[in-house]
């Protein structure tokens, strides 16, 4: 089962609409029915009932984060806060620790070498640091998604040709 992170978000905070100035980029975008007027979501592509969020230039488009991206800014969100959860309870293990042992040397041996080198490898890893698994530009091909905006401009220049 695979997860549709941009319907996903426009479920739980609503839809982002955009009218923009451009005459054939404003018809793409927009459809009249017989409930009302729709514009088309920048983030997942379906048209919501209503006036649009915000209007003007197309280059003034808010940048909406979508499919990888998105779904990038979950998994942070919840490694916060897995890492605030696993903190108080470090904090607390090593309140115990200092409460109750003789051998706190050893205890904090193991979370300064271990952990340590271990988180840095992950986030080397994980972030494509120092060109790490294609470094910068796999990173930026990776989270590249055109928006609807840009895929409506680019189907009105080839249309215009």
Same mark, same amino acid.
């Given at each position: ?59 003034? /488009? ?7 991206? *998105?779904?990038?800014?979950? $998994? +942070?969100?919840? &490694?916060?806060?897995? #890492? ?21 040397? /050893? ?7 271990? *952990?340590?080198?271990?988180? $840095? +490898?992950?986030? &080397?890893?994980?972030? #494509? ?33």
């Amino acid at each position: 089962m695979t997860i549709d992170w941009d319907r996903r978000t426009c479920a739980r905070r609503g839809h982002v609409t955009y009218a923009p100035d451009e005459p054939r980029l404003r018809e793409r975008l927009y459809a009249d029915t017989a409930l009302g007027t729709a514009w088309r979501c920048l983030r997942c592509g379906d048209f919501a009932l209503g006036d649009p969020h915000g209007e003007g230039p197309a280059d003034r /488009a808010p940048l909406v984060p979508r499919g990888k991206g *998105l779904r990038d800014v979950f $998994v +942070l969100r919840f &490694l916060a806060v897995e #890492r605030a959860v696993r903190g108080v309870f470090i904090a607390l293990v090593a309140l115990a620790v200092w409460r109750f042992s003789n051998s706190k040397d /050893a205890v904090h041996r193991l979370f300064d070498e271990y *952990l340590d080198v271990l988180a $840095v +490898l992950c986030i &080397l890893l994980a972030k #494509r640091l120092f060109g790490l698994r294609g470094g910068h530009h796999a990173f930026e091909q990776e989270r590249h998604s055109a928006s609807p905006l840009e895929v409506e401009e680019t189907a009105a220049v080839g249309a215009r040709a």
